[in-house]
């Protein structure tokens, strides 16, 4: 999302209404997510309906903001472009003292 409104997409289309079995799931469990499309996990199942939710999805382009390159292992049926992110703590709480106060 961040890398769209950045390069100035006219449009950033919601996912959800596109998704399918696990995918939706994941949107009902966590319902705050967003417009973006979760990757919550890479059994067969799982990318099966990450393949299935993208392809859905009537868009331009999809932009891939996963460590792994999706377009390796599903197909996708629309232009895609990989971006990629870092994380630069500047302050407190960092993120290891985010993760430890919520799951530690």
Not at 21 to 35: C, E, L, Q, V
Request: contains cysteine; charged residues 25%.
């Amino acid at each position: 999302v961040v890398a769209a409104r950045r390069f100035g997409a006219a449009n950033i289309l919601d996912p959800r209404p596109w998704a399918v079995r696990s995918i939706a799931d994941t949107y009902a469990k966590y319902p705050d997510t967003g417009a973006v499309l979760p990757a919550m996990g890479y059994g067969d199942q799982q990318m099966a309906d990450l393949q299935e939710t993208i392809n859905n999805v009537p868009c331009d382009l999809v932009i891939i903001a996963t460590p792994i390159d999706l377009t390796r292992i599903i197909d996708i049926h629309r232009p895609t472009q990989r971006v990629r992110y870092e994380l630069q703590e500047i302050g407190r709480p960092t993120l290891s003292e985010l993760l430890n106060d919520r799951f530690a």
